[in-house]
């Protein structure tokens, strides 16, 4: 045997081998077996967000349609359509409420909170000043729902209380964090 082909062996039997390789060649294999299994359709316009329930069973979307759809994707079923409500694109959607209810951020800057079963608005919070591009609950207590924002602002609501927000960010006692312009100073 040549040195190059001991030293290949040798790093097989030691399982010594280039990740970039490994992975690359893993990538190849895993992508060349995916195929397209159905098309799930509901939305009249593009799909933005996607959320899995926690067993893995439901799917949400939202879309510039507005609508949110919870599917049963591995049977592919939609089990109902939700009107949201929000004046543009939904961005985000996020189950709450032992998974009952959804909570929802748009382009029009509006959070809001929906019921599934009702397929209606719960609560609409109409504090931010630009798009909220993503919703998301607190691991241990889906009742609190935290917001980000175009605005530079991370909102928090408490899905069991209304919360009416003031005319200027000072007086809304829901921001968590706030990011201003940074400022530049000219020498």
């Known amino acids: ?45 593009c799909v933005n967000c996607l959320q899995w329930n926690k067993s893995g069973r439901y799917l949400l979307s939202g879309s510039d349609d507005t609508n949110v759809c919870l599917w049963e994707p591995l049977s592919h079923k939609l089990l109902v359509t939700i009107p949201s409500h929000h004046e543009q694109n939904v961005f985000s959607v996020k189950f709450v409420n032992q998974e009952k209810q ?48 175009e ?6 609501f408490d899905i069991r209380e209304g919360h009416t927000c003031s005319s200027s960010d000072s007086g809304c006692s829901n921001v968590l964090v706030k990011l201003g312009q940074a400022s530049v100073s000219r020498i």
Do not use: P
């Open 1 to 45: 045997m040549m040195r190059g082909q001991l030293e290949s062996l040798y790093n097989r039997q030691l399982n010594i081998c280039d990740r970039k390789t490994v992975n690359e060649a893993w990538a190849r294999h895993f992508f060349n077996k995916l195929n397209l299994e159905a098309t799930l359709k509901c939305h009249g316009g």
């Open 102 to 149: 959804v909570i929802s951020g748009a382009g029009d800057g509006q959070v809001r909170h929906l019921d599934i079963t009702a397929r209606s608005v719960l609560s609409a919070w109409r504090c931010h000043r630009h798009r909220v591009k993503r919703c998301c609950t607190i691991d241990d207590d889906e009742h609190l729902a935290l917001s980000s924002s």
């Open 151 to 156: 605005d530079g602002t991370i909102r928090q």
